[in-house]
């Protein structure tokens, strides 16, 4: 036998369709399961495998999740088939045959997994019986045929509270810091007792508000409770005993960043940490509630997990899990802008790992999704809102009459990028790639074109309707009359929008810059405004930032960040939101965006091209004496020391550039460059 | 507290994806499940159910499967909204509110059960959050708050077996006719116990090829089996003893029929036994193999179930069961024909029952399945086969080349049935409908006068195309230029086309009674030929058809009729089908047309209109000297008795015209109508 290659396969998406539905039906609120708020897609219940394959004859084992019944074609006839039903040791003669294996499972999802003369891997394809057959599913996790697609691989260990104390009739366990962990309670003597889950003390000690909470009868004096989030524990009996075990995806922190600030370290720290805890089976929004799959919130995952872990495969996963499959009739999360992101972040995906198959697996429901788009467009060709649409770009003040500023450029940006991902489908590949371009590539790159024109015909219109010439900003309405200017259309403008120079400057420095227009108040949308500080220039507004805001957070005791954060607000005030005591997530993950912001505009690593092909490096220090940091790329690092004398790059991977001065340095692979500093500033 | 109301209420049509979910995977064969082979559809995870209500104030109870969270909407604004989340217990205010109840569920499907100042019924709608609400289905077998929909309310009753016999090492039993039962081995000493079901004491005792078969570890003397179907049963422990329990749709015999052939009054009684079998959740092709839905079988029982049970409801689920869901991609058990019988049925339900609010839940789905068949039209709007279809219409040589004569006749009557649904569901009802005539009424009824227009144009092309003006019949293609005649392509010209008078008598003297015509095999088609038959009045022919098949059936042992017969075959031979030794059914649906046949052309009891309200009797002795018989109608029966010298008509219901000898009595309802016969033969 040659190497071990046998993994497990499903019909591409139902994994993402199948663990997005479990992770959705898991929350929990004021005792009890809260049933997600939108549309949730479930797996087929029947798929058949195939594939086509040439032998010298052997045998092959089945192992599957559900029942299965296997037919082998012989020949070229329908009637030349072979039936196996459900034997799961099968001999197969020699020479070329069609494998089918139907696999059924309706408690899970149907997946399968074959070893011996031949074995399931990314080769086969997949059918759920409406003659659609595509090229498989697969995970690197799954390779071990014991350890099904069932069952999400965390890893575990074992934490213990750092602190217990006897209080309110029952035992208060602190566990030091914000964690995801199944607890098992131990000792109980009540009849009836009550747990509470707490981000902070006050939510653990509320038995009323706590967002997680049971009252619930031990069994043998023992209660287990599935993992969920919380630095405290308060269980309502004296002689209680809490083991707990963190539950974690195993994700290797590749990104890094150091410099002379130690709160800024410890921001980047505590973000880090806080990323990772939101980072599970899918990008999660925050770690105790929702625990959902927000599409927007997720698009600037991305980012952080580029310059953090670098993993492609949680991104796959939370881009096929939003997508959900046909047919498509609420927007993503039911938010219009969110499912423009959603388009965005697939190309953002393709634009960082060059992974052409994937945009072709996820291909059909991107049309699904951009024909429930084109169907809800005005006769003008603006995205206004329709029945069940939320129009939210963010929690703010907008002048929301008729068509939106932002949706329309997220719209636009949306139809380019399909446009973009519709090009890299059908473009010819100089990998094997294991689905051929098939003979409707013309009409794919036609198709490709089309949607291109599409965008600039919008953004051209966006322009004539939205962009005021006397103000020279853009407002939020058109229709209104009432030429709003938000900084949410001006900042959605300048990043997505092809503005001129000219418009860039005067969004930056007539709203952006000017205190008269209302504040962003949400670390969600300050995550854009930050990049057009970084991109404008102004970087020292980074650090100041990050200080003040998260800084501030840290010295309230914070050990991972928040949703949102006031400076103004005292004590168990910072747990309050959406008119909850305990509401507000304290562990967030668009939260963690210093983690990409220091690594994109501090060390200044950018890729410049499809998958690092070519990079720039950029290192700015910014309001810094010096940094140090490690930017994860394909198939290597990229290490960036700057100090007020000289900039060190090391990589070992080659396309990058060093950026110093307006100079350029070829970075080559496996050396390092030095670049001393000429002025004080740079 | 009033009457008691409330009833189990699902999202429209979910019910039955489940149960037909779970129906199509519980098949077994040769000792292992045996998955579907078509396309399946999974229930909707989580769906809202909503009622705008007004009460005076008051607690109401909430009974679900799944989890839970109810809002209630106070005002007209989104934000007057109250939530309860997962209480099941709560008090509302008086005045009106818009009360919405999420519940998910993930194992089986959200069904939801409301007492107290509000209850739930079919005033209620349901979204599966794609915004999209509609009137939820409920069905009169779930009253019950303890007895969920998630499991089918079958009947059951203990059963015993006539016979037990030792042989080859074990016993056998056997229950004196076919049945379909729950098993329960007890007293079993053996390690391991081999068990086979079989429809004959052939298949029993064939450990390899009895269609159902074990071989299993008793657990403490015991073994356990999931009701199926048998008459024998063999277990390989000597010492074995077994309890049965008939597991049954607790159906009403409501047709009749009685006459001096004491074998057509068996096969009658055969026949009922026989399709009450196959009636269970859904009508289903055979009981012990497949137990599956298969659309043109189905299309057959609801004659026959018109005569015998009349129930609507096993009706309604088997079509909203066949129609799937969307996205709707490959035909009706893949086969194009059965698509086409599903539109038919549809209608037939209608002309039955006359239940618009049926006809208004099911047209979505229409509406997919119709665009999936419009999208496959080839340019001259002939439906050919594409990729994945199976043109069937029946086992037996045809002419499929090109475009096939029986596939446009039935896609032609599907399209005019469709158009006639629209009407109905888009006219205005006297009735109090849950769900408004909406606003695109005039939209509706244009769709559906477009769709009659269609027809019509298509059954002037099959005419033109088909219609050989030489052979004055249809031929089969009249793209080969063989201008092959089949029996098929003229009995459903016959039946679904608008022939002309003498198109109808060309085809039934120079086709039907032609020997020269290569004969019908298979009792599914002989349900046609038989129509034609009666319908030309050639009717003698149906009492011999009976006598020397279904009799014949019978004295070789049936107590059940089979999928299939062969007077010339012997002893075990009539059990082989498809290749394997027992694998036909012993006990079809498709062989109880007798009951149809029987109540439509001798007691000869017709619906002249929607639902009964005028309708026809035309006794008919045909080749009998008397007949006494019964035909459930709606709200009633009509029995009709006949001999050679008088008819005897009994009805409870109005609408009723007697023809005897040409001339027509008006019956009247609560009284009997007798006429004399001038003339033997009438």
């Known amino acids: 036998m040659g190497i071990y290659m046998a993994k497990w396969i499903w019909k591409f998406g139902e994994f993402e369709i199948y663990h997005s539905l479990m992770l959705h039906d898991r929350r929990q609120q004021y005792g009890y399961p809260e049933p997600v708020v939108w549309k949730m897609y479930a797996p087929e219940p029947v798929v058949v495998f195939q594939k086509k394959v040439t032998t010298a004859g052997g045998v092959f084992r089945i192992h599957a999740c559900g029942h299965v019944s296997t037919t082998i074609q012989t020949g070229s006839k329908l009637w030349e088939t072979e039936k196996y039903g459900g034997k799961t040791e099968i001999a197969l003669k020699a020479g070329t045959v069609t494998v089918q294996i139907r696999v059924s499972n309706l408690k899970t999802f149907p997946c399968l997994f074959v070893?011996?003369?031949?074995?399931?891997?990314?080769?086969?394809?997949?059918?759920?019986?409406?003659?659609?057959?595509?090229?498989?599913?697969?995970?690197?996790?799954?390779?071990?045929?014991?350890?099904?697609?069932?069952?999400?691989?965390?890893?575990?260990?074992?934490?213990?509270?750092?602190?217990?104390?006897?209080?309110?009739?029952?035992?208060?366990?602190?566990?030091?810091?914000?964690?995801?962990?199944?607890?098992?309670?131990?000792?109980?003597?009540d009849q009836k007792v009550q747990v509470n889950f707490g981000e902070s003390q006050e939510e653990a000690l509320d038995h009323d508000w706590s967002v997680i909470h049971f009252l619930q009868e031990p069994k043998e004096g023992e209660l287990s409770y599935a993992p969920c989030a919380f630095r405290y524990l308060y269980v309502s009996d004296e002689g209680a005993e809490a083991e707990a075990e963190y539950e974690y995806l195993p994700l290797e922190y590749r990104g890094n960043f150091q410099c002379e600030d130690e709160l800024i370290n410890r921001v980047w720290h505590v973000a880090a940490y806080t990323f990772r805890l939101n980072c599970r089976e899918f990008f999660l929004d925050g770690i105790k509630r929702d625990r959902w799959v927000w599409s927007a919130d997720a698009y600037q995952s991305l980012f952080v997990n580029r310059y953090l872990f670098f993993d492609p495969e949680i991104e796959k996963r939370t881009l096929i899990a939003l997508g959900g499959k046909a047919p498509f009739k609420r927007h993503i999360n039911t938010i219009m802008d969110y499912t423009f992101f959603w388009f965005i972040g697939i190309?953002?995906?393709?634009?960082?790992?060059?992974?052409?198959?994937?945009?072709?697996?996820?291909?059909?429901?991107?049309?699904?999704?951009?024909?429930?788009?084109?169907?809800?467009?005005?006769?003008?060709?603006?995205?206004?809102?329709?029945?069940?649409?939320?129009?939210?770009?963010?929690?703010?003040?907008?002048?929301?009459?008729?068509?939106?500023?932002?949706?329309?450029?997220?719209?636009?940006?949306?139809?380019?990028?399909?446009?973009d991902l519709l090009k890299a489908a059908f473009s010819k590949d100089i990998e094997n790639e294991s689905r051929p371009v098939d003979t409707k590539q013309e009409q794919g790159l036609e198709l490709a074109e089309g949607y291109g024109r599409k965008a600039r015909r919008l953004y051209e219109l966006i322009k004539e309707k939205f962009y005021d010439k006397e103000k020279e900003v853009f407002i939020d309405s058109f229709e209104s009359g009432r030429r709003n200017v938000t900084r949410h259309s001006n900042i959605l403008a300048y990043l997505f929008l092809p503005c001129s120079e000219k418009q860039k400057k005067d969004i930056y420095e007539k709203v952006i810059l000017n205190e008269a227009v209302r504040q962003i108040t949400t670390p969600y949308f300050k995550f854009y405004e930050n990049q057009v500080h970084c991109l404008e220039g102004n970087g020292r507004l980074l650090e100041e930032s990050i200080r003040k805001y998260y800084g501030s957070m840290l010295k309230t005791g914070a050990t991972t960040l928040y949703e949102e954060y006031d400076p103004a607000m005292k004590g168990a005030e910072h747990y309050a939101m959406y008119g909850n005591p305990y509401e507000k997530s304290l562990c967030h993950a668009w939260s963690a965006s210093p983690i990409y912001l220091l690594?994109?505009?501090?060390?200044?690593?950018?890729?410049?091209?499809?998958?690092?092909?070519?990079?720039?490096?950029?290192?700015?220090?910014?309001?810094?004496?010096?940094?140090?940091?490690?930017?994860?790329?394909?198939?290597?690092?990229?290490?960036?020391?700057?100090?007020?004398?000289?900039?060190?790059?090391?990589t070992d991977v080659s396309g990058g550039t060093l950026w110093v001065e307006g100079k350029a340095w070829e970075l080559v692979a496996g050396k390092e460059t030095v670049v001393k500093i000429r002025h004080l500033s740079f």
């Not at 200044?604 to 004496?625: H, I, M, N």
């Not at 790329?633 to 007020?644: F, L």
Request: with cysteine; proline share 4%.
């Open 115 to 189: 070893e011996g003369v031949i074995e399931s891997d990314e080769s086969w394809e997949a059918d759920d019986l409406s003659m659609n057959f595509e090229p498989v599913g697969t995970d690197s996790l799954f390779m071990d045929r014991e350890k099904t697609p069932e069952i999400f691989p965390f890893s575990y260990a074992p934490i213990s509270y750092r602190k217990k104390e006897k209080l309110e009739n029952g035992v208060l366990f602190d566990y030091g810091k914000e964690t995801f962990a199944a607890v098992r309670l131990l000792h109980l003597t």
């Open 347 to 419: 190309k953002e995906y393709y634009q960082t790992y060059g992974d052409r198959k994937f945009v072709r697996q996820i291909l059909p429901q991107m049309k699904e999704v951009m024909a429930f788009c084109e169907g809800r467009e005005s006769d003008d060709g603006f995205m206004r809102e329709k029945q069940g649409d939320w129009n939210f770009i963010d929690w703010a003040p907008m002048d929301k009459e008729g068509a939106l500023c932002g949706e329309q450029i997220l719209y636009g940006k949306a139809l380019e990028c399909y446009g």
């Open 599 to 650: 690594g994109a505009f501090r060390l200044g690593v950018l890729s410049t091209d499809v998958a690092y092909e070519t990079f720039d490096v950029r290192p700015d220090l910014g309001d810094l004496k010096w940094f140090c940091g490690k930017v994860p790329v394909p198939g290597g690092v990229v290490e960036v020391c700057a100090n007020e004398k000289e900039i060190r790059v090391w």
